[in-house]
């Protein structure tokens, strides 16, 4: 493994952190410079007032964008590591102030690595264990001296074998018990996921299974029949929710870009609708509001249209987070100063979006009924993928 150490630090502190590092370990312990390769059994520490990415195995470090006390340079490095390292990455989350580490570890969890919080009543800062904890997509929570042996028991142990990769005959024996697991959520959740695609499924299986060390997909399922609560947990995976305010801008620029011309074709108050199947936790249905709420201002301030926008999602835990619409500081880091001005309250603990913006918007879980727009209504559709 290569160790890489991101921390809060002043713009005006030194970076003696290194140094400091050096005298509890035997490994070479090196401040960042830009480029650096990584390697293994070796530790890298980010140095003051940068933030840092990984890409191809090379560390790359940027000047900050955002100003100090909204700067996030863990959930930056922590959603580059995901898309480069994939399964291979481990994302570790220790005492600390604010969120920082929240968005960064659900995109490791979505793409099959595996996250560690220490336990918050071992940390001296505790809102980032917390805030970690809070999105249920945490693999070990620890005191800080037992995370170095589940790491190491984490990483040296095999990972299951993929069922494509066994005989004809082996691979049945997958096949059934996954048709067992199957049964088991929809027993517990009332949803069936065996029309989804086999290869996610079984890849977020695996990823539960190795985190509780069974290898044998027969124990597993076995293990989800006296345990209630993985049958939980293996139901809100294989849901992972990762979304953003504004995720992929050129998109929504894009959409902003097809929308005027429709707009200015509505009559004065008229109703425009629009879907959001899948909100996870409200991020994009609130981001479709406001996108649809610049463009009716730029078409003709003061010309009435109103708004209604729908969110389902299967998720009942994330449409009552939906709902609140309270989201943590470190949206700032998707969401400009101006946005924040117009469409967000600053409150403790991070911001809200603001009641007439989230009236706007009607938030329902997922049921059998499919909504239909209404012949004289214009409706759009969004998905997050």
């Given at each position: 493994m290569a160790f890489v150490v991101v921390t809060h630090l002043s713009p005006e502190q030194e970076g003696t952190l290194a140094q400091v590092l050096q005298q509890y370990t035997p490994m070479p312990v090196h401040e960042v410079t830009d480029g650096m390769?990584?390697?293994?059994?070796q530790v890298y520490v980010i140095p003051p007032n940068k933030d840092m990415s990984l890409l191809h195995g090379t560390l790359l470090l940027f000047a900050p964008t955002q100003a100090r006390g909204k700067r996030m340079p863990i959930d930056f490095f922590f959603q580059s590591l995901a898309k480069d390292s994939r399964e291979r990455a481990v994302c570790i989350i220790c005492?600390?102030?604010?969120?920082?580490?929240?968005?960064?570890?659900?995109?490791?969890?979505?793409?099959?690595?595996?996250?560690?919080?220490?336990?918050?009543?071992?940390?001296?800062?505790?809102?980032m264990p917390r805030s970690a904890i809070a999105t249920e997509f945490v693999d070990y929570v620890l005191p800080a001296e037992q995370l170095p042996a589940k790491l190491?028991?984490?990483?040296?142990?095999?990972?299951?074998?993929?069922?494509?990769?066994e005989s004809a005959e082996s691979a049945a024996k997958p096949a059934h018990a996954l048709q067992k697991i199957f049964l088991l959520i929809r027993a517990h959740t009332g949803h069936d996921f065996s029309y989804y695609k086999r290869n996610t499924v079984m890849r977020r299986i695996e990823r539960r299974m190795n985190s509780?060390?069974?290898?044998?997909?027969?124990?597993?399922?076995?293990?989800?029949?006296?345990?209630?609560?993985?049958?939980e947990a293996l139901f809100k995976e294989l849901l992972i929710g990762v979304t953003k305010f504004f995720r992929d801008a050129e998109a929504f620029e894009s959409f902003k870009q097809h929308l005027l011309p429709l707009l200015r074709t509505k009559p004065e108050g008229s109703t425009v609708r629009a879907w959001a199947p899948g909100c996870s936790t409200g991020e994009e249905a609130y981001s479709l509001a406001i996108t649809l709420l610049e463009c009716l201002e730029n078409i003709a301030p003061g010309r009435y249209l109103k708004v209604q926008i729908f969110a389902t999602d299967i998720n009942t835990d994330g449409i009552e987070y939906a709902r609140a619409g309270l989201y943590p500081d470190n949206i700032v880091a998707d969401v400009s100063?101006?946005?924040?001005?117009?469409?967000?309250?600053?409150?403790?603990?991070?911001?809200?979006?603001?009641?007439?913006?989230?009236d706007l918007v009607v938030f329902a879980p997922t049921t059998s009924t499919r909504m239909r727009?209404?012949?004289?209504?214009?409706?759009?559709?969004?998905?997050?993928?």
């Open positions: 390769r990584v390697r293994p059994n005492s600390g102030m604010g969120s920082d580490g929240t968005i960064g570890l659900k995109m490791i969890m979505e793409n099959f690595g595996m996250v560690m919080v220490q336990s918050p009543e071992t940390a001296e800062y505790d809102s190491l028991e984490y990483v040296n142990k095999p990972l299951t074998s993929r069922p494509q990769r509780h060390q069974i290898k044998d997909f027969t124990h597993y399922v076995r293990y989800l029949q006296e345990n209630v609560s993985e049958v100063p101006e946005r924040l001005r117009r469409y967000f309250t600053k409150v403790e603990g991070g911001y809200q979006i603001r009641k007439d913006v989230r727009p209404s012949p004289s209504s214009t409706c759009w559709c969004a998905a997050t993928c």
